[in-house]
Protein backbone atom coordinates (compact mmCIF):
# COMPACT_ATOMS: atom_id res chain seq x y z
CA UNK A 1 0.00 0.00 0.00
CA UNK A 2 1.77 3.42 -0.95
CA UNK A 3 1.93 5.01 2.23
CA UNK A 4 0.70 8.64 0.21
CA UNK A 5 -1.90 8.98 -2.05
CA UNK A 6 -2.09 11.46 -4.64
CA UNK A 7 -5.02 12.86 -6.59
CA UNK A 8 -6.02 15.71 -8.75
CA UNK A 9 -9.84 17.38 -8.37
CA UNK A 10 -9.03 20.32 -10.90
CA UNK A 11 -6.44 22.53 -10.01
CA UNK A 12 -6.60 21.19 -6.21
CA UNK A 13 -3.77 18.28 -5.98
CA UNK A 14 -5.08 16.59 -3.35
CA UNK A 15 -2.28 14.58 -0.75
CA UNK A 16 -3.45 12.20 1.85
CA UNK A 17 -1.24 10.72 4.14
CA UNK A 18 -2.40 6.78 3.66
CA UNK A 19 -1.38 4.96 6.68
CA UNK A 20 -4.20 4.73 8.49
CA UNK A 21 -3.53 1.11 10.40
CA UNK A 22 -0.79 3.14 12.14
CA UNK A 23 -2.72 6.69 12.69
CA UNK A 24 -0.54 7.77 9.29
CA UNK A 25 2.50 7.39 11.61
CA UNK A 26 5.44 9.14 9.62
CA UNK A 27 7.66 6.02 8.51
CA UNK A 28 10.62 6.97 6.11
CA UNK A 29 7.87 5.49 3.18
CA UNK A 30 5.90 8.07 4.18
CA UNK A 31 8.50 10.72 4.29
CA UNK A 32 9.77 10.19 0.64
CA UNK A 33 5.84 9.32 -0.38
CA UNK A 34 5.52 13.52 1.12
CA UNK A 35 8.81 14.86 -0.24
CA UNK A 36 7.89 13.79 -3.78
CA UNK A 37 4.28 14.46 -3.66
CA UNK A 38 4.97 18.00 -2.86
CA UNK A 39 8.15 18.62 -5.06
CA UNK A 40 5.64 16.90 -8.24
CA UNK A 41 3.04 19.31 -7.47
CA UNK A 42 5.18 22.42 -7.12
CA UNK A 43 6.42 21.29 -10.42
CA UNK A 44 3.29 20.90 -12.59
CA UNK A 45 2.00 23.90 -13.88
CA UNK A 46 -2.06 22.92 -13.74
CA UNK A 47 -1.66 22.51 -9.77
CA UNK A 48 -2.75 25.32 -8.22
CA UNK A 49 -3.36 25.00 -5.03
CA UNK A 50 -2.37 21.80 -2.03
CA UNK A 51 -4.64 20.06 0.07
CA UNK A 52 -2.96 17.88 2.59
CA UNK A 53 -5.50 15.14 4.52
CA UNK A 54 -4.70 12.44 6.37
CA UNK A 55 -6.55 8.80 6.08
CA UNK A 56 -9.23 7.36 8.69
CA UNK A 57 -8.52 8.91 11.68
CA UNK A 58 -5.73 10.84 12.18
CA UNK A 59 -4.06 13.22 10.68
CA UNK A 60 -1.06 12.11 11.74
CA UNK A 61 0.12 10.30 14.97
CA UNK A 62 3.90 11.37 14.57
CA UNK A 63 7.06 9.61 14.79
CA UNK A 64 6.46 5.85 13.90
CA UNK A 65 8.57 4.83 16.84
CA UNK A 66 9.52 1.17 15.35
CA UNK A 67 10.96 2.78 12.34
CA UNK A 68 12.60 5.49 14.03
CA UNK A 69 14.56 2.34 15.97
CA UNK A 70 15.17 0.91 13.04
CA UNK A 71 16.83 4.30 11.21
CA UNK A 72 18.93 4.96 14.47
CA UNK A 73 20.15 1.33 14.27
CA UNK A 74 21.77 1.78 10.78
CA UNK A 75 23.61 4.47 11.41
CA UNK A 76 24.40 8.02 11.60
CA UNK A 77 24.04 8.55 7.78
CA UNK A 78 20.67 7.14 8.26
CA UNK A 79 19.77 9.23 10.27
CA UNK A 80 21.11 12.36 8.54
CA UNK A 81 19.01 11.22 5.27
CA UNK A 82 16.12 10.60 7.12
CA UNK A 83 16.20 14.52 9.23
CA UNK A 84 17.25 16.29 5.54
CA UNK A 85 13.63 14.84 4.11
CA UNK A 86 11.70 15.53 6.79
CA UNK A 87 13.08 19.39 6.93
CA UNK A 88 12.80 19.47 3.15
CA UNK A 89 9.29 18.81 3.41
CA UNK A 90 8.85 21.75 5.56
CA UNK A 91 10.64 23.67 3.32
CA UNK A 92 8.80 22.42 0.53
CA UNK A 93 5.35 23.99 2.51
CA UNK A 94 6.47 27.18 3.79
CA UNK A 95 8.58 28.18 0.58
CA UNK A 96 6.99 26.77 -2.27
CA UNK A 97 4.86 29.04 -4.40
CA UNK A 98 1.65 27.16 -4.38
CA UNK A 99 -0.77 27.45 -1.47
CA UNK A 100 -0.83 25.01 0.91
CA UNK A 101 -3.98 23.96 3.11
CA UNK A 102 -4.25 21.39 5.75
CA UNK A 103 -7.32 19.58 6.87
CA UNK A 104 -6.67 18.16 10.62
CA UNK A 105 -8.42 15.31 12.10
CA UNK A 106 -7.97 13.31 15.09
CA UNK A 107 -4.53 13.68 16.45
CA UNK A 108 -1.76 15.84 14.81
CA UNK A 109 1.63 14.91 17.01
CA UNK A 110 5.29 15.58 16.49
CA UNK A 111 6.29 15.98 12.67
CA UNK A 112 2.47 16.39 11.73
CA UNK A 113 1.68 19.39 14.03
CA UNK A 114 4.51 20.81 12.44
CA UNK A 115 3.22 20.47 9.24
CA UNK A 116 -0.13 22.12 10.32
CA UNK A 117 2.01 25.09 11.21
CA UNK A 118 3.39 24.92 7.83
CA UNK A 119 0.59 24.93 6.04
CA UNK A 120 -0.77 28.77 4.78
CA UNK A 121 -4.09 27.36 5.82
CA UNK A 122 -4.49 24.56 8.64
CA UNK A 123 -8.49 23.41 9.17
CA UNK A 124 -9.18 21.82 12.07
CA UNK A 125 -11.97 19.16 13.08
CA UNK A 126 -13.52 20.33 16.40
CA UNK A 127 -12.37 17.03 18.16
CA UNK A 128 -9.08 17.13 16.95
CA UNK A 129 -5.57 17.61 19.13
CA UNK A 130 -1.98 18.28 18.65
CA UNK A 131 0.66 18.08 21.27
CA UNK A 132 4.66 17.57 20.20
CA UNK A 133 6.05 14.65 22.43
CA UNK A 134 9.60 15.16 21.03
CA UNK A 135 11.29 16.56 24.31
CA UNK A 136 10.31 13.97 26.99
CA UNK A 137 12.28 11.05 24.48
CA UNK A 138 15.15 13.37 24.11
CA UNK A 139 14.23 13.79 20.42
CA UNK A 140 13.65 17.43 19.09
CA UNK A 141 10.57 19.21 17.31
CA UNK A 142 11.40 19.46 13.38
CA UNK A 143 9.35 21.66 10.61
CA UNK A 144 10.29 24.98 11.82
CA UNK A 145 8.04 24.66 14.95
CA UNK A 146 10.53 25.93 17.69
CA UNK A 147 10.26 29.26 15.32
CA UNK A 148 6.75 28.87 14.33
CA UNK A 149 4.87 27.76 17.10
CA UNK A 150 6.13 31.08 19.21
CA UNK A 151 5.19 33.55 16.93
CA UNK A 152 1.36 31.73 15.98
CA UNK A 153 0.47 31.06 19.85
CA UNK A 154 3.19 33.36 21.79
CA UNK A 155 6.01 31.84 24.17
CA UNK A 156 3.91 30.87 26.72
CA UNK A 157 1.48 28.04 24.88
CA UNK A 158 4.70 27.05 22.81
CA UNK A 159 6.69 26.46 26.55
CA UNK A 160 3.47 24.37 27.58
CA UNK A 161 3.66 22.41 24.00
CA UNK A 162 6.85 21.87 22.94
CA UNK A 163 9.09 21.68 26.73
CA UNK A 164 6.35 19.50 28.56
CA UNK A 165 3.95 18.11 25.75
CA UNK A 166 0.68 19.58 26.45
CA UNK A 167 -1.51 18.66 24.33
CA UNK A 168 -4.13 21.33 23.26
CA UNK A 169 -7.47 21.12 21.50
CA UNK A 170 -8.87 22.54 17.93
CA UNK A 171 -10.41 25.69 20.29
CA UNK A 172 -7.51 26.46 21.97
CA UNK A 173 -5.55 26.08 18.93
CA UNK A 174 -7.89 28.78 16.83
CA UNK A 175 -7.42 31.08 19.51
CA UNK A 176 -4.17 30.92 19.89
CA UNK A 177 -3.85 31.85 16.05
CA UNK A 178 -2.52 27.98 15.01
CA UNK A 179 -5.46 26.31 13.17
CA UNK A 180 -7.18 29.32 10.73
CA UNK A 181 -10.58 27.95 11.57
CA UNK A 182 -12.65 24.86 13.26
CA UNK A 183 -15.34 22.97 11.32
CA UNK A 184 -17.47 20.30 12.04
CA UNK A 185 -15.20 17.02 11.63
CA UNK A 186 -18.38 15.87 8.94
CA UNK A 187 -17.54 18.88 6.98
CA UNK A 188 -13.74 19.01 7.15
CA UNK A 189 -12.62 17.87 3.92
CA UNK A 190 -15.81 19.14 2.39
CA UNK A 191 -14.43 22.60 3.79
CA UNK A 192 -10.69 22.46 2.81
CA UNK A 193 -11.56 21.33 -0.11
CA UNK A 194 -13.96 24.25 -1.30
CA UNK A 195 -10.69 26.91 0.17
CA UNK A 196 -8.22 25.17 -1.78
CA UNK A 197 -10.26 25.11 -4.81
CA UNK A 198 -11.07 29.60 -3.97
CA UNK A 199 -7.23 29.54 -3.48
CA UNK A 200 -6.29 27.85 -6.92
CA UNK A 201 -9.37 30.09 -8.49
CA UNK A 202 -6.93 33.37 -7.86
CA UNK A 203 -4.07 34.27 -10.36
CA UNK A 204 -0.82 31.62 -9.32
CA UNK A 205 1.60 34.49 -9.77
CA UNK A 206 -0.06 37.25 -7.68
CA UNK A 207 -0.13 34.00 -4.61
CA UNK A 208 3.06 33.11 -4.92
CA UNK A 209 4.32 36.96 -4.64
CA UNK A 210 2.26 37.01 -1.65
CA UNK A 211 3.89 33.72 -0.09
CA UNK A 212 7.47 34.97 -0.56
CA UNK A 213 6.40 38.25 0.89
CA UNK A 214 4.34 37.12 3.82
CA UNK A 215 7.38 35.34 5.12
CA UNK A 216 9.85 37.56 3.65
CA UNK A 217 11.03 39.57 6.73
CA UNK A 218 11.63 36.50 8.53
CA UNK A 219 12.89 33.75 6.34
CA UNK A 220 16.24 33.98 7.47
CA UNK A 221 15.20 34.11 10.88
CA UNK A 222 13.26 30.76 10.38
CA UNK A 223 15.59 29.08 7.92
CA UNK A 224 18.65 29.43 10.59
CA UNK A 225 16.25 27.79 13.60
CA UNK A 226 15.21 25.02 11.09
CA UNK A 227 18.83 24.23 10.99
CA UNK A 228 19.40 23.97 14.47
CA UNK A 229 16.42 21.91 14.59
CA UNK A 230 18.08 19.36 12.01
CA UNK A 231 21.12 19.36 14.25
CA UNK A 232 19.19 18.84 17.61
CA UNK A 233 17.31 16.13 15.11
CA UNK A 234 20.13 14.36 14.45
CA UNK A 235 21.58 14.42 18.02
CA UNK A 236 18.69 12.83 19.69
CA UNK A 237 18.16 9.97 17.13
CA UNK A 238 22.12 8.50 17.63
CA UNK A 239 21.62 9.03 21.57
CA UNK A 240 21.55 5.92 23.06
CA UNK A 241 19.26 7.13 26.01
CA UNK A 242 16.83 8.59 24.24
CA UNK A 243 16.77 5.40 21.65
CA UNK A 244 16.19 3.74 24.71
CA UNK A 245 13.08 5.42 25.74
CA UNK A 246 11.30 4.89 22.70
CA UNK A 247 11.90 1.15 22.59
CA UNK A 248 10.54 1.61 26.17
CA UNK A 249 7.59 3.25 24.75
CA UNK A 250 7.46 0.99 21.43
CA UNK A 251 7.23 -2.45 24.01
CA UNK A 252 4.79 -0.68 26.38
CA UNK A 253 2.31 0.03 23.06
CA UNK A 254 3.16 -3.69 21.73
CA UNK A 255 2.06 -4.84 25.12
CA UNK A 256 -1.07 -2.93 25.62
Known amino acids: ?77 AVVRQVEVLQRISERMLFGAKPMIGAVQGWAVGGGFAWTLNCDFALWAEDAKGFLPEIAYGLFVSGGASWLLPRLAGTALAREMILRGRRAGARELLEAGVASR ?28 AKRALLAPDRAALESAMRLEAEACVAGACDPAALARLAAVAAGRKAR
Open 1 to 77: MNAVLVRDDGPVRVVTLNRPDRLNAIDMALLDGLDAALAGAEAEAGVRAILLEGAGRAFSAGDDLEDQLRISAAGRA
Open 182 to 209: VVPAARLRQEALALAQELAALPPDGVGR
